[in-house]
């Protein structure tokens, strides 16, 4: 729908704290609790009373789908960041499904998701999962914090016919839209599974999983979430680059949201995709490699620095071998008793056995000196460590 970003439609941005405590917080509330425990505890409760025809559980399951990507597709990927430009019928049909999830209206949705993105893990995040993980998968919404989201700009939502239209009523759009595939199966049931997915990407997705792109805060990628989100669940690349179309940054990672973007171009609905380059993603992927690999370094004992070793002569090491003391040359083998007095490198390198790089490691922890004339003092034999490179 083709908006004018200079001309608001809707003067929400101009909510008072005060009016949002007296009527939009406690709206949000009561509707929060009728749609998301409400609601399902009915229709699991009517549930067995109703028969499963196969029929019914087939477009349950179809219109899962069709509902579900006006979240990830909709409100997500189009409304909170912009990653792509969608035609006034694909917007319609986005606002639509998206309203069958009873998430609350785009604009709602949209500023609460880009103060979250903003302000991830703090105060003022309102899903923090500094909070604990239920109060990010649904607390939050029984909770409603107090406005603390006035720095988040949604002006061009404010200026979008289809998006106040949809905000102006909501609950009346939602009801049918909900309850259209049918009551309990594909109407109930659909959304509470489907509502329950997308809180998983507030919970577990910041709770579970690895962090390849950056760890500075929570977000990180699961399967699991990934597989029951439509691919929302590589959370560390999207927090990493949230206006990437994709999710799943590779062709074969499992990213529907993304194939039906990518699908909805071709098809002349969508376009405008954005990408971040190749060169961008791999230069985060290899810092964070590099920061885990460090951290790894740190955790290992790599022994005396040979820089800390005291220097001795040949003359001095035999003169400690004439006194008892079991030293071998570089090997530092105590277990190879015939080199004890001896220079085994020669041996330990290849001359005997060609030893493994476990074996070269406990060099380290075994060594006690250096003998003069005895290794290459000029190389420093020392692995490189943070900041060596
Ligand atoms: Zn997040
Ligand atoms: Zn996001």
Same mark, same amino acid.
């Given at each position: 729908?083709?908006?004018?970003?200079?001309?608001?439609?809707?003067?929400?941005?101009?909510?008072?704290?005060?009016?949002? $405590?007296?009527?939009?917080?406690?709206?949000?509330?009561?509707?929060?609790?009728? =749609?998301?425990?409400?609601?399902?505890? %009915?229709?699991?409760?009517?549930?067995?009373?109703?028969?499963?025809?196969?029929?019914?559980?087939?477009?349950?399951?179809?219109?899962?789908?069709? *509902?579900?990507?006006?979240?990830?597709?909709?409100?997500?990927?189009?409304? *909170?960041?912009?990653?792509? *430009?969608?035609?006034?019928?694909?917007?319609? !049909?986005?606002?639509?499904?998206?309203?069958?999830?009873?998430?609350?209206?785009?604009?709602?949705?949209?500023?609460?998701?880009? +103060?979250?993105?903003?302000?991830?893990?703090?105060?003022?995040?309102?899903?923090?999962?500094?909070?604990?993980?239920?109060?990010?998968?649904?607390?939050?919404?029984?909770?409603?914090?107090?406005?603390? @989201?006035?720095?988040?700009?949604?002006?061009?939502?404010?200026?979008?016919?289809?998006?106040?239209? /949809?905000?102006?009523?909501?609950?009346?759009?939602?009801?049918?839209?909900?309850?259209?595939?049918?009551?309990? !199966? +594909?109407?109930?049931?659909?959304?509470?599974?489907? /509502?329950?997915?997308?809180?998983?990407?507030? *919970?577990?997705?910041?709770?579970?999983?690895?962090?390849?792109?950056?760890?500075?805060?929570?977000?990180?990628?699961?399967?699991?979430?990934?597989?029951?989100?439509?691919?929302?669940?590589?959370?560390?690349?999207?927090?990493?680059?949230?206006?990437?179309?994709?999710?799943?940054?590779?062709?074969?990672?499992?990213?529907?949201?993304?194939?039906?973007?990518?699908?909805?171009? $071709? %098809?002349?609905? =969508?376009?405008?995709?954005?990408?971040?380059?190749?060169?961008?993603?791999?230069?985060?992927?290899?810092? /964070? @490699?590099?920061? /885990?690999?460090? @951290?790894?370094?740190?955790?290992?004992?790599?022994?005396?620095?040979?820089?800390?070793?005291?220097?001795?002569?040949?003359?001095?090491?035999?003169?400690?071998?004439?006194?008892?003391?079991?030293?071998?040359?570089?090997?530092?083998?105590?277990?190879?008793?015939?080199?004890?007095?001896?220079? =085994?490198?020669?041996?330990?390198?290849?001359?005997?056995?060609?030893?493994?790089? =476990?074996?070269?490691?406990?060099?380290?922890?075994?060594?006690?000196?250096?003998?003069?004339?005895?290794?290459?003092?000029?190389?420093?034999?020392?692995?490189?460590?943070?900041?060596?490179?």
């Amino acid at each position: 729908m083709s908006s004018n970003p200079t001309v608001p439609l809707l003067s929400l941005t101009t909510m008072t704290r005060k009016s949002w $405590k007296r009527f939009g917080r406690r709206h949000r509330i009561i509707r929060n609790i009728i =749609a998301t425990i409400m609601l399902p505890a %009915a229709g699991l409760w009517y549930a067995p009373n109703i028969q499963l025809t196969t029929n019914t559980a087939i477009w349950a399951l179809v219109y899962y789908f069709l *509902s579900g990507i006006g979240i990830t597709a909709g409100y997500h990927r189009l409304w *909170s960041h912009r990653s792509y *430009s969608a035609s006034s019928f694909l917007e319609l !049909y986005l606002a639509l499904a998206g309203a069958a999830c009873f998430q609350g209206s785009i604009r709602e949705w949209s500023r609460d998701h880009r +103060a979250h993105h903003r302000y991830v893990d703090t105060d003022r995040d309102p899903y923090s999962i500094s909070k604990g993980i239920s109060y990010a998968h649904m607390g939050w919404l029984i909770i409603m914090p107090g406005l603390k @989201q006035d720095k988040v700009d949604v002006s061009d939502l404010d200026s979008n016919r289809i998006v106040v239209w /949809q905000h102006r009523n909501f609950t009346a759009i939602a009801i049918i839209v909900a309850l259209k595939g049918g009551s309990i !199966y +594909a109407g109930i049931l659909r959304m509470f599974f489907f /509502q329950q997915a997308t809180f998983c990407v507030n *919970s577990l997705a910041h709770w579970l999983g690895d962090q390849p792109y950056d760890d500075r805060h929570s977000p990180q990628d699961h399967l699991f979430t990934t597989l029951i989100t439509f691919g929302e669940g590589y959370h560390n690349f999207h927090h990493t680059f949230p206006s990437d179309y994709r999710n799943g940054v590779t062709w074969y990672q499992y990213d529907p949201t993304k194939w039906f973007i990518w699908s909805w171009k $071709k %098809a002349g609905l =969508a376009s405008d995709l954005h990408k971040y380059t190749s060169n961008l993603i791999g230069k985060c992927e290899y810092e /964070q @490699q590099q920061k /885990q690999l460090d @951290q790894f370094w740190a955790h290992l004992n790599w022994g005396v620095p040979h820089t800390n070793l005291p220097l001795t002569t040949w003359a001095s090491f035999q003169q400690e071998i004439c006194q008892g003391r079991e030293l071998v040359v570089l090997a530092g083998l105590v277990t190879i008793r015939s080199y004890v007095g001896k220079d =085994a490198t020669s041996a330990f390198n290849g001359g005997v056995y060609a030893h493994s790089t =476990a074996a070269h490691k406990l060099l380290d922890d075994l060594c006690v000196g250096i003998l003069l004339g005895g290794v290459e003092l000029t190389k420093n034999p020392w692995p490189p460590g943070p900041g060596n490179y």
